[in-house]
């Protein structure tokens, strides 16, 4: 039997462990998936260990070990050293490989929300870790203008910096009037802020959409505690989103990742979305 687990400080939270045991189950796949609390280095050295001495085949991480837990890799897939974090592990005969499934989820679950729309400008909103992600996923699209939005914008400016992007992305500073025109002017606005920083959203309304105007929200937080932007984006006609999908093709692309072969064809996405709300 497979055994994978969700680590992190706390870990009690995750939505990894319903959506991980619903993969198994409709693949057909024997195996367990646990939650496992990790307080300290050492006890992710023993975790490290666990890996490579074939007790557990594989492991999702939150924080606060997406980057301490390199260390104790083998090797790293290239989506793993361009995001510079690793939130999934795979072991295999002691060797360690990892990988960061963001870029991946985000890719999948936008090209499913926009559909056979074409987006021309795209504004991200953040610079954290969350919008690194994006970014890398987006700058693959064939998009004119992409603005990066942030409260520093120096920090805005060393993301791009960072992962040598082009002339077509741009740095802004997160203030009522950008966020106004971003609102306005954009096809689609990716707002990566976390869910107790973003106030500026509370002074800014989402222009109403008229005729054929067809523009995107999508809101990586996903809990039903924090909807508030989404809800006032759908009321102005926007097409809106939040992170719930991009969590599940994380999900997704980690468990591919551990059996190195497709399972998304072997799902029911819409009674998985109906289980994951229900969490």
């Known amino acids: 039997m497979l055994s994978f687990a ?35 280095e050492g006890e992710l050295k023993e975790i490290a260990e666990r890996l490579r001495e074939g007790e557990l085949d594989g492991l999702n991480i939150t924080a606060p070990w997406k980057t301490e837990i390199k260390q104790f890799a083998n090797d790293l897939t290239e989506d793993a050293k361009l995001v510079g974090a690793v939130n999934t592990i795979k072991a295999k005969d002691g060797f360690l490989t990892g990988h960061n499934t963001d870029k991946d989820g985000f890719y999948r679950s936008l090209q499913e929300f926009i559909g056979d729309e074409l ?22 699209m064939d998009i004119s203008e992409i603005a990066v939005i942030n409260r520093t914008k120096e920090n805005a400016e060393n993301l791009i910096l960072d992962l040598g992007s082009g002339d077509h992305i741009h740095a802004m500073k997160l203030e009522i009037d950008t966020l106004k025109a971003a609102l306005n002017d954009f096809d689609l606005v ?41 809800e006032r984006a759908e009321r102005a006609g926007f097409r809106s989103l939040d992170g719930m999908d991009m969590l599940i093709y994380q999900g997704i692309a980690s468990m591919e990742f551990w059996l190195d072969r497709s399972i ?6 819409t009674e998985l979305r109906a289980r994951m709300r229900n969490q």
């Open 190 to 230: 990716i707002n990566t802020l976390p869910a107790g920083g973003r106030d500026i959203f509370q002074t800014v309304r989402f222009p109403e959409l008229t005729g054929e105007t067809i523009r995107f929200y999508y809101d990586l937080v996903y809990s039903a505690k924090h909807q508030d932007e989404m």
């Open 119 to 140: 987006l021309d400008e795209v504004a991200v909103i953040g610079a954290g870790g969350a919008a690194r992600a994006v970014l890398l996923a987006i700058d693959e």
């Open 6 to 40: 969700v680590i992190g400080d706390p870990s009690e939270h995750s939505l990894s462990p319903p959506m991980h045991r619903y993969f198994l189950d409709k693949t057909g796949v024997d195996g367990e998936y646990n939650r496992i609390l990790v307080r300290n």
């Open 264 to 269: 998304e064809s072997e799902l029911n996405m």
